[in-house]
């Protein structure tokens, strides 16, 4: 019965979610959303979501985790706030946003290699303590992750070499920060 | 005018000129800043998409250190993101205290504890309001009334937390230019988005953001910024966008104003800085009446 199998492994994570308190508390953050559209309307990317934000919330109030989570509008946030200045309910807009992307990770396959960019991240102010650069690491990341990407990131990173502004990894930055991430990553009850 | 010092990391590597230009300000002003010992990473835009506590432990780390090291001073960031990490850490363990519980139970991982009592401030806040423009405006020795600038805020200096300036229509940035009478350009976009971490995993919806500025900022002679993500967003698409456009940090510009030395300064460092642009400053600019 491998089909009953694979169906209970999709839909497990997804109770699990559906039930987690990180959606619950997402819940508390935009309970209060009265359908007005001001984030939508305030969003600068708005035109490239899927879901707009102000669907996204709705589908977020009427239990439709799988939209929501399966939705690409999470990759889609700048992290600008203007949602979160303009909301004239005052909602958390950018943190609901954030907390949703976290959830997603955890959620759909799909989503495991982006994961796999933020966990690199992770890893890598572990062992260095401090960013060896930041936009540039993640150029340097997803060009390591996926064939096709370089391609994109060779003009702009020949520019950035050409004025010395592109570093490889280095070595260890002075503060170590190896304890503290263990002790967030590894405490009782992380969500 | 003491400040506990939070370069960032940006500001180690590639966005060194900012860093050597805010030091050498800084210090040209009256300012003085002391690097906060062993500090780490805020966490930058990765953080938080990871793990909600660690985007707070990361930042209330420096804090603490900060606390520890140099009491009683205010910690200065320039880059406009970590400064955002930063004092959102310094809010949100103020303003529950299971929060700070939290944190310094992380915390206590390095026998390090945070008790609530740093302010943390962006550069262009400590310019405008500790330092002011009448004592920038004392000090310049080049003015510049012909040189057009756009001056270009972003998001996280003005949302979510409304600090020091209006979100809607910021005037902290203009205010300083005014100090040494640059010609500041009226405009819309100064507190929209670059794309932010989009320019790297969605360049395509990123590109239109960045060349909205570009185009908005298109009869100025230069932009400046208060962030290195900003710069290298607005910098690094140029040929992308189809618009050409020099970006300077404004610590940069106040540095050829005050006279300083380029290699503290490094304009020609910038991706975006021409020969021709450079060549073209000193006909804009007007020498400062000595008394
Ligand atoms: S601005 Fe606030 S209240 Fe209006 S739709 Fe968006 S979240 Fe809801
Ligand atoms: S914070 Fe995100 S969702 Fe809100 S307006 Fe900005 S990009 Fe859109």
């Not at chain 1, 939508?40 to 707009?52: E, F, I, Q, R, V």
């Not at chain 2, 090291?69 to 320039?78: N, Q």
């Not at chain 2, 400064?83 to 310094?90: E, H, K, P, V």
């Not at chain 2, 009334?145 to 003005?158: D, W």
């Amino acid at each position: 019965m491998p089909s009953a199998e694979t169906e209970r492994e999709k839909t497990a994570p997804l109770l699990r979610i559906a039930r987690s308190k990180a959606l619950e508390t997402v819940r508390e953050m935009v309970a209060g959303c009265m359908q007005c559209g001001t984030c939508t309307a305030s969003c600068p990317n708005a035109w490239a979501m899927d879901l707009t934000p102000r669907q996204l919330w709705r589908l977020v109030n009427f239990g439709q985790e799988e939209e929501v989570l399966a939705s690409g509008t999470l990759f889609m946030c700048s992290t600008c706030y203007t949602c979160t200045l303009r909301c004239p309910r005052n909602l958390p807009l950018t943190s609901a946003m954030a907390a949703l992307k976290r959830l997603a990770f955890e959620h759909a396959h799909k989503t495991r290699r982006r994961a796999a960019f933020y966990r690199s991240f992770v890893d890598n102010i572990r062992s260095y303590g401090r960013v060896k650069e930041t936009a540039l690491m993640s150029m340097y990341f997803l060009a390591s992750r996926d064939p096709k990407l370089p391609l994109a990131f060779t003009a702009p990173a020949l520019r950035l070499l050409g004025k010395g502004k592109l570093h490889w990894p280095g070595r260890p930055g002075r503060g170590s920060l190896g304890r503290l991430m263990d002790a967030v990553m590894n405490r009782e009850g992380r969500p | 005018m003491n400040y506990a010092y939070y370069p960032g990391c940006s500001l180690k590597e590639s966005a060194r000129e900012y860093d050597l230009s805010t030091q050498a300000v800084m210090e040209s002003l009256g300012a003085k800043l002391t690097e906060i010992p062993d500090w780490t990473c805020c966490g930058a835009s990765a953080a938080e998409a990871v793990d909600d506590l660690l985007s707070l432990a990361l930042p209330a780390r420096n804090l603490a250190l900060a606390e520890r090291h140099l009491p009683g001073l205010d910690v200065l960031a320039p880059c406009s993101a970590c400064y955002l990490n930063l004092r959102r850490a310094q809010e949100e363990t103020n303003r529950e205290r299971r929060v700070r519980d939290e944190v310094n139970a992380m915390l206590g991982a390095e026998s390090l504890s945070y008790g609530g009592g740093v302010t943390v401030r962006h550069l262009l806040d400590v310019l405008v309001n500790d330092i002011g423009p009448e004592r920038i405006e004392a000090a310049v020795k080049h003015f510049y009334p012909l040189l057009k600038v756009a001056p270009y805020s972003g998001c996280q200096i003005l949302r979510p937390y409304r600090v020091f300036d209006d979100p809607e229509h910021p005037t902290a940035l203009g205010r300083v230019l005014k100090a040494m009478y640059v010609d500041v350009l009226d405009w819309k976009a100064g507190n929209a988005c670059c794309g932010a971490s989009l320019a790297a995993t969605k360049h395509k919806v990123a590109l239109p953001a960045i060349r909205a500025v570009l185009d908005a900022a298109s009869e100025a002679d230069c932009i400046v910024t208060v962030c290195p993500m900003c710069q290298m967003n607005l910098e690094l698409y140029q040929k992308e966008a189809g618009r050409r456009m020099p970006v300077l940090y404004l610590t940069q510009l106040m540095g050829l104003a005050l006279g300083l030395p380029e290699q503290l300064l490094r304009v020609a460092h910038n991706l975006s800085v021409t020969p021709d642009f450079l060549r073209s400053l000193p006909d804009k600019a007007a020498e400062a009446a000595t008394t």
